[in-house]
């Protein structure tokens, strides 16, 4: 049995962020944590509200569904232009050149 717990990582675009534990939900759990002790000090917050997240595999990727509409800010899924045409763009522009193709596997903003 894995204690859950998380941890942080250098990484050279940003901060890397570890989670762990016996299930992927205690494993997510963990890294949420760890997201937010980047920016405050873990100790300091009080739960106040307990908050039910469902994640699920679907066609397009992870759904991920809460019990409060306060949960989870949904943002309306083509207000963002497609990374991949963005990408493309830039590099037949001269701009930058593509060195590799990486695919999200979650995009949690907060």
Known sequence: MITPHWQHFEHKADMG?????????EAF??????MSAIITD?????????INIICEEADQGILIRSSS????????????KDANDVVKA???????RM???LEPLICIKG
Do not use: C, H, N, T
């Open 17 to 25: 962020v570890r989670g762990f534990g016996d299930e992927p939900a």
């Open 29 to 34: 759990e963990q890294v949420v944590l760890a």
């Open 42 to 50: 873990l100790s300091l917050i009080e739960p106040s509200e307990e």
């Open 69 to 80: 509409l306060r949960g989870i800010a949904e943002e309306a899924p083509d207000a963002y």
């Open 90 to 96: 830039a590099d037949q522009a001269g701009l930058s």
């Open 99 to 101: 060195i590799a193709k």
